[in-house]
């Protein structure tokens, strides 16, 4: 779903990828209500701006922080005029060309720094003005990591990260340990895979032994990829739309397993009286991160430094991870979370789990060594047209 705080801009038809829908955060948005008794911190004097000002954002629904800086916009006196993404196409499509969209801020998933970087929209950040991303406030693998930094430079900060992975009904079966374990002959026809192919394909390498080399794959290793999936094919009986689908699913009984599905998987059956858990296999979780950037079009620069560090806030932080279900980039965020959503990513052995999954990228747009992300959307679609 796409929608403007404001009315907002129409499509530009720009082609450079194929539009994916970002299910996962529609998702997300209704998968849990609002963290109750979190107050805004107040913001750090050493990156105040000017009183007064607007910024122009663009990013997912639920990650803009529209409710949880009401105060420091009022307080600050400034407008936000929040543009929600469906996909990052559209992101994408508005900062592309010769005459790209005027945004003081917005957003990228993991993989399409490279594509921003060679399209040449970023611009540098000074993180020094952005006090809540410094070593001491950032988990150590979102701090100037390679998907952030380069050439010396900080491009992006990340605001928040989750995983998609086993979600399963215990009472129907033991919790798997491996993603092998989904080919028990017993899960015949009760198993089933949702339709988030960014967050599938990874692990369609890591179960063919590719993990290391994703998201670069040749041909033979791509093919002999799908062709390992086979088996998982013939477990499912149907195909899961949508995140939302396999949670019913999951609810009515059709399916005792879903291959990859969000964090947020077992919050969403419990509403609806049918307890399902979580299983982190031995090969790892998808995992995913947003990330704010300014583009090259900013015109408020000191703003939207200030707008990154309120929304890196322990307080600010905590409450947008638990209205998305997913996780913080702040430790000091951790103690604020609620208990079951702090439990779900586990903070206290984050490096063993960070050893097993990892922050994968996206298949190159063009290449003639390894297949391109267009040949990944089509042999998806065709996997998922085999059910």
Request: a negative charge; charged letters at 25%; hydrophobic letters at 40%.
């Amino acid at each position: 779903m796409k929608k403007e705080s404001e009315m907002g801009y129409g499509s530009s038809g720009v082609d450079l990828l194929d539009s994916i829908t970002m299910k996962r955060r529609t998702f997300l948005l209704g998968a849990a209500a609002s963290a109750a008794g979190l107050y805004l911190g107040s913001f750090a004097p050493g990156v105040m701006a000017a009183a007064g000002g607007h910024l122009e954002l663009l990013g997912w629904e639920g990650e803009t922080g529209d409710a949880e800086l009401a105060d420091w916009r009022k307080s600050r006196g400034i407008t936000v005029h929040s543009s929600y993404a469906s996909n990052q196409d559209d992101i994408t499509a508005r900062l592309a060309g010769s005459d790209p969209v005027q945004l003081d801020l917005t957003m990228y998933a993991l993989g399409y720094e490279v594509i921003y970087k060679d399209m040449g929209i970023l611009r540098e950040i000074d993180a020094s003005k952005i006090p809540n991303y410094s070593a001491s406030t950032t988990l150590p693998l979102f701090y100037k990591g390679s998907r952030w930094f380069w050439d010396g430079k900080q491009w992006g900060i990340p605001l928040l990260w989750g995983m998609n992975t086993i979600v399963y009904n215990p009472k129907k079966l033991a919790k798997p340990k491996q993603y092998t374990d989904l080919l028990d002959p017993k899960l015949k026809g009760k198993l089933t895979f949702v339709d988030d192919g960014t967050s599938n394909w990874s692990l369609i390498a890591i179960l063919a032994g590719y993990g290391d080399k994703f998201p670069n794959l040749t041909r033979a290793e791509f093919d002999d990829a799908f062709d390992k999936l086979k088996p998982y094919r013939d477990q499912c009986r149907v195909f899961a739309a949508s995140s939302g689908d396999a949670v019913s699913l999951l609810v009515s009984g059709e399916v005792d397993a879903v291959f990859s599905l969000s964090a947020s998987g077992p919050s969403e059956t419990k509403k609806r009286g049918v307890d399902t858990e979580l299983a982190i296999p031995k090969e790892g979780a998808a995992l995913w991160c947003d990330a704010l950037f300014i583009p090259k079009t900013a015109k408020d620069v000191p703003l939207a430094l200030e707008f990154i560090d309120k929304v890196l806030e322990p307080e600010t932080q905590a409450k947008m991870a638990t209205t998305m279900y997913s996780a913080v980039v702040n430790p000091k965020a951790v103690p604020l979370l609620p208990p079951d959503l702090r439990s779900t990513f586990d903070y206290d052995h984050l490096d063993s789990f960070f050893e097993k999954s990892k922050l994968y990228g996206q298949p190159p747009l063009q290449s003639d060594k390894y297949v391109t992300y267009a040949e990944w959307i089509d042999q998806w679609a065709t996997f998922k047209g085999s059910f």
